[in-house]
């Protein structure tokens, strides 16, 4: 398919890889944070045994970074998320949720401190740079916040080490999970961290002037020629069989932490303040009302990811709703994320999905699906 066929506008944003996406090979193309994000290079099933087994390389410009800096960058970032962060160093990431003062979820970025007052914010789809441009007008709080020029890519899967080394040096091996270093790359300026939304050992490159868009793309392709890398896009496979959330499908603003899992992640006895800090004490002492669990479908290979939200029924009473879900070949059976009332959330339980009107059996099953200890994505290279 010819660049000329997709129809893009100018007020959608195009990545610094666009065009070498293109050149490669994307034939379909999706929204997200206002920015085109490639979702197509062929048979979604090839993608996934790309990854798992060589390596793919993802433009994920569109995970779009929220730069909070100033004298006051720390205090303000902790207002906006439950996670207690004061054990975050520079050169760490860290996963976390920003709440409302409901305790909605908003979003469930990665948070790069790279400064003892500079942090980003990695973002997953939703317009986080105007809620925190929102908070700092009243908050009494001396930052400025922004939206950088920075473009991450995704290297993924086992040989991205290889392709890494090849790229960096030995030296990169050295570099922790959830962990980050400043690098150049022929001049180019990148922050390389151990991180990526695949459920797989891999890497993020974020690059951080997007007129070398092009050339990072093409050198990391010919580095990793001799080890079967491919051009690819984020696989929902993978992504589901890890049991990791996509925002606006398995979570959104009326979703509370405590509904999917995530206590982890939520502070409530130390002394920080953050927004929603009230409400979730409300929600963890009343308990939940609803859960997110996993499920097998049982019925047919579904050809590809839902793309509604499939309703769960119990005596032809809705009891909740399939979130995302996918036909795993790894597996070999349909899995999925589902939020259901909290009384049908027992593991063995079995339920009825619909399906365009046709009605099939489920059962509750441990997520995630597949590596539940995340021992791919965190293993040493030493």
């Known amino acids: 398919m010819s660049n000329k ?3 893009f506008g100018t007020q959608i944003r195009k990545s610094p890889y666009f065009d070498a996406t293109v050149r490669w090979g994307a034939t379909g193309f999706s929204v997200y944070n206002h920015m085109y994000i490639p979702r197509d290079f062929g048979d979604p099933e090839q993608n996934f045994w790309n990854l798992i087994e060589t390596a793919i390389l993802c433009d994920v410009a569109v995970e779009r970074q ?60 939703s317009d986080i740079l105007l809620w925190a441009q929102g908070v700092a007008i009243n908050s009494g709080l001396d930052v400025k916040i922004t939206e950088p020029d920075v473009s991450p890519l995704q290297l993924q899967g086992p040989k991205s080490a290889e392709i ?28 390389v961290s151990r991180t990526g939304w695949s459920s797989e050992f891999g890497y993020e490159l974020f690059l951080r002037d997007g007129s070398k868009g092009n050339e990072l793309y093409e050198k990391i392709m010919l580095a990793g020629k001799e080890f079967g890398l491919k051009p690819g896009h984020t696989s929902s496979i993978r992504r589901i069989e890890g049991g990791m959330l996509s925002y606006h499908a398995d979570a959104d603003i009326n979703t509370n932490p405590f509904e999917l899992g995530l206590d982890r992640l939520i502070n409530l006895d130390g002394n920080i303040n953050f927004i929603g800090k009230d409400a979730l004490k409300k929600i963890k002492a009343e308990g939940v009302k609803r859960l997110q669990v996993g499920l097998e479908i049982k019925c047919e290979k579904l050809s590809g990811p839902n793309t509604t939200f499939w309703p769960l029924i119990v005596n032809n009473n809705t009891i909740g709703k399939i979130t995302s879900a996918v036909y795993s070949p790894r597996l070999k059976k349909n899995i999925a994320l589902a939020m259901v009332d909290i009384q049908y959330s027992k593991i ?32 040493s290279l030493k």
């Open 66 to 125: 929220v730069e909070i800096t100033g004298p006051d960058a720390f205090k303000f970032i902790q207002l906006l998320t439950p996670r207690d962060l004061s054990k975050l160093s520079v050169g760490q990431c860290k996963y976390v949720l920003i709440t409302n003062v409901e305790g909605g979820v908003l979003n469930d970025p990665v948070l790069l401190r790279l400064g003892e007052n500079h942090f980003w914010l990695s973002l997953g789809d």
């Open 164 to 191: 890494m080394i090849k790229l960096f040096g030995e030296d990169i091996k050295d570099l922790k999970y959830y962990w980050f270093r400043e690098l150049y790359l022929d001049g180019i300026p990148l922050i």
């Open 5 to 7: 066929n997709f129809g």
């Open 348 to 379: 063995g339980l079995e339920i009825e999905v619909s399906i365009q009107e046709n009605n099939f059996k489920c059962e509750v099953i441990e997520k995630p699906f597949f590596d539940p200890k995340k021992q791919i994505t965190s293993k």
